[in-house]
């Protein structure tokens, strides 16, 4: 058994930095990575390219000094969205992310008829900007486990059919309905899955009282469920990689009355991760998995530095402070035995 694994450095393809003081927080956490496609869900959204480059500016001042990060842009949708926005993002961001309206934190402004969106996607399949998606309905009649299922049948797959040519990428992956659904794809489509809904199932948000820290957006669903989501992620299937959804929240937002969706994974994402394919017998497919999948996928080159992990005693992170309150780590609800070496 080692006691170091080599990767190269890793790419974060689902990432929220937040902006302003949370943003200044939480930056340093993703440094180990080589890239982090980065979530345009700010308030208000980014929905033109200089607000994409202006945010882009503010996450490059808030890294530590030498961090060799690079924040990949995206366009964040609405229903005014049009053909020419997109003419207009090409070279500034490499994907647009359709939240449906009110799926998730700061989606209000998400899309209401995605239908009428349909010469925007035609136009981001051919300029190459590919289509990160919120897989969930907010139809309040459908259970909220059920989400994702009916997203796929009502809304994605209509969708694809509409503009067979574009590149989609269905985000953090929360059911095997979910991995089924990107098995059966021919091509075109790939589908992230986060650390956290390797670990945790709906028992560990509810079993003894609600746990608000394990609440997000997907929610966790049964074992079986996430059972599925680590058989994708372990078995080298390359239509599978690593999008944290790591989503940074203080504790007076996550333990307040009505508790936001999110779990703040970015400081521990590679420890678990190297736990979870030590578990299943699965190290070999740990560096694709983070580095070489999403990576051909999005037409990028694969990192060429490596960074190494290394076994260590048990140890936890304590919280991040901010001006708003403090950061919670996720718990995994196990030992962390593996850190990034030199950290």
């Known amino acids: 058994m080692s006691d170091t694994i080599t990767l190269h450095r890793p790419d974060d393809l689902h990432l929220h930095l937040r902006d302003g003081a949370i943003l200044e927080a939480v930056a340093a956490a993703s440094a180990d990575f080589a890239r982090a496609i980065i979530m345009p869900n700010l308030v208000p959204p980014v929905t033109t390219a200089d607000t994409i480059a202006a945010y882009r500016t503010r996450i490059e001042a808030a890294l530590p000094k030498g961090a060799a990060f ?5 366009l964040y949708l609405t229903d005014d969205t049009t053909p020419e926005t997109i003419d207009a993002i090409d070279g500034v961001a490499i994907a647009a992310k359709l939240y449906p309206a009110h799926a998730t934190t700061n989606s209000a402004s998400g899309v209401n008829d995605i239908e009428a969106l ?3 996607l035609e136009r981001m399949a051919e300029r190459g900007i590919l289509l990160l998606v919120h897989g969930e309905v907010t ?3 459908v259970d909220i486990f059920d989400r994702e299922a009916v997203f796929l049948e009502r809304v994605l797959d209509p969708l694809r059919r509409r503009v067979p040519s574009l590149k989609v990428v269905l985000e953090h992956i929360s059911s095997k309905t979910g991995i089924d659904y990107v098995k059966s794809a021919d091509s075109g489509l790939c589908g ?3 650390a956290h809904h390797l670990v945790i199932d709906r028992n560990d948000l509810l079993v003894g009282g609600i746990h608000p820290y ?7 669903k049964r074992a079986r469920d996430r059972e599925a989501l680590v058989e994708a992620a372990t078995n080298g299937d390359t239509r599978f990689f690593f999008g944290s959804d790591s989503a940074p929240h203080t504790d007076p937002k996550k333990l307040g009355p009505c508790g936001a969706a999110g779990c703040f994974t970015a400081p521990v994402s590679l420890p678990i991760l190297a736990h979870v394919f030590e578990e299943a017998g699965a190290l070999q497919h740990l560096d694709p998995f ?5 990576a051909a996928f999005y037409g990028i080159a694969p990192a060429e530095a490596t960074i190494t992990l290394e076994r260590c ?19 995994p609800g196990f030992a962390l035995t593996w850190r990034v070496a030199g950290a």
Do not use: K, Q, W
């Open 214 to 220: 394990n609440y997000c957006l997907p929610i966790v």
């Open 70 to 74: 690079e924040p990949l842009m995206t």
């Open 118 to 120: 349909t010469p925007v």
């Open 139 to 141: 139809d309040h009649e």
């Open 192 to 194: 992230t899955i986060t």
């Open 313 to 331: 005693e048990p140890y936890t992170l304590p919280p991040i402070p901010t001006p708003d309150g403090p950061i919670a780590v996720f718990d």
């Open 290 to 294: 983070l580095s070489r999948h999403g």
